[in-house]
């Protein structure tokens, strides 16, 4: 385990990485553990709310794919962060020059209407909920190297959440079940996908776990906290002028534009 020093230390390693805008190096040797990537996440995320002048006010849920967890050898997502001052309200620009390397990816944002500390059935979080909506997240990864990623890495950095952009609500009682959803960039349909993507096939599920996680580190998911459930098409990187229109059967579509 590291002690807090080595966290502080990796902690503002990785913020003068962001400040500087350098490529994404990942650091494995240094994380012993999962539980340290975390603690390291943390740290980073203080001093970013710092410097912004805002708290965590959501989460995103990463590697929901269990074709990716095998991928990297571990047996369950990775959670991350969202700051208040990086939640935005569709119709959205983001700004390319904001970011090193720019992507985005198509994601379920739930929303509960209570405090939730530990993990339920999904019936339970069905009954806990206040909206649900068409999302997208604004990936961060500083140019790294896609082929050697590792979890610990990305959780240190927060898994490269640049922010969130949530769509007009949806109806609650939908069957998120197997869902279909499908991504226009420009008008036309480039991809499609489905919520069965994600954890358990419902991206309910994941905040069901989302919940367990953050009980275990004596959190706990606050009601009205936004939470982006996994993506249910591939990392996209869209370029300037492009206009994306995401949406799921059933649910309003979130839009987004892109710009120098």
Same mark, same amino acid.
């Given at each position: 385990?590291?002690?807090?020093?080595?966290?502080?230390?990796?902690?503002?390693?990785?913020?003068?990485?962001?400040?500087?805008?350098?490529?994404?190096?990942?650091?494995?040797?240094?994380?012993?553990?999962?539980?340290?990537?975390?603690?390291?996440?943390?740290?980073?995320?203080?001093?970013?709310?710092?410097?912004?002048?805002?708290?965590?006010?959501?989460?995103?849920?990463?590697?929901?794919?269990?074709?990716?967890?095998?991928?990297?050898?571990?047996?369950?997502?990775?959670?991350?962060?969202?700051?208040?001052?990086?939640?935005?309200?569709?119709?959205?620009?983001?700004?390319?020059?904001?970011?090193?390397?720019?992507?985005?990816?198509?994601?379920?944002?739930?929303?509960?209407?209570?405090?939730?500390?530990?993990?339920?059935?999904?019936?339970?979080?069905?009954?806990?909920?206040?909206?649900?909506?068409?999302?997208?997240?604004?990936?961060?990864?500083?140019?790294?190297?896609?082929?050697?990623?590792?979890?610990?890495?990305?959780?240190?950095?927060?898994?490269?959440?640049?922010?969130?952009?949530?769509?007009? /609500?949806?109806?609650? *009682?939908?069957?998120?079940? +197997?869902?279909? &959803?499908?991504?226009? %960039?420009?008008?036309? $349909? =480039?991809?499609?996908?489905?919520?069965?993507?994600?954890?358990?096939?419902?991206?309910?599920?994941?905040?069901?776990?989302?919940?367990?996680?953050?009980?275990?580190?004596?959190?706990?998911?606050?009601?009205?906290?936004?939470?982006?459930?996994?993506?249910?098409?591939?990392?996209?990187? /869209?370029?300037?002028? *492009?206009?994306?229109?995401? +949406?799921?059967? &059933?649910?309003?579509? %979130?839009?987004?534009? $892109? =710009?120098?």
């Amino acid at each position: 385990m590291l002690s807090r020093s080595e966290v502080d230390a990796i902690a503002q390693g990785l913020m003068a990485d962001h400040e500087a805008r350098r490529m994404f190096v990942p650091f494995p040797e240094r994380i012993p553990s999962n539980d340290d990537a975390y603690n390291v996440q943390d740290a980073l995320v203080a001093l970013i709310c710092a410097k912004l002048g805002t708290r965590v006010e959501g989460y995103k849920i990463a590697l929901t794919s269990k074709s990716t967890r095998e991928w990297l050898k571990i047996h369950e997502p990775c959670a991350a962060q969202v700051l208040g001052a990086r939640i935005h309200r569709s119709p959205y620009s983001a700004s390319l020059a904001d970011f090193v390397r720019f992507s985005i990816e198509t994601e379920i944002c739930v929303v509960l209407d209570r405090d939730l500390d530990r993990e339920v059935p999904i019936e339970d979080v069905q009954k806990m909920l206040r909206s649900i909506h068409c999302a997208y997240e604004l990936v961060e990864d500083r140019d790294a190297d896609l082929t050697r990623l590792d979890a610990k890495s990305l959780l240190s950095d927060n898994c490269w959440n640049g922010g969130i952009v949530i769509g007009p /609500p949806g109806p609650i *009682d939908l069957d998120m079940n +197997d869902r279909a &959803g499908r991504l226009r %960039v420009n008008g036309v $349909v =480039t991809k499609e996908g489905t919520t069965r993507e994600t954890i358990g096939g419902n991206p309910l599920h994941v905040v069901a776990w989302l919940a367990g996680h953050l009980g275990r580190r004596g959190k706990a998911l606050k009601a009205g906290q936004p939470v982006i459930t996994g993506s249910i098409i591939e990392t996209q990187f /869209p370029k300037a002028g *492009d206009k994306l229109v995401f +949406d799921v059967d &059933g649910m309003p579509p %979130v839009e987004l534009r $892109v =710009t120098p």
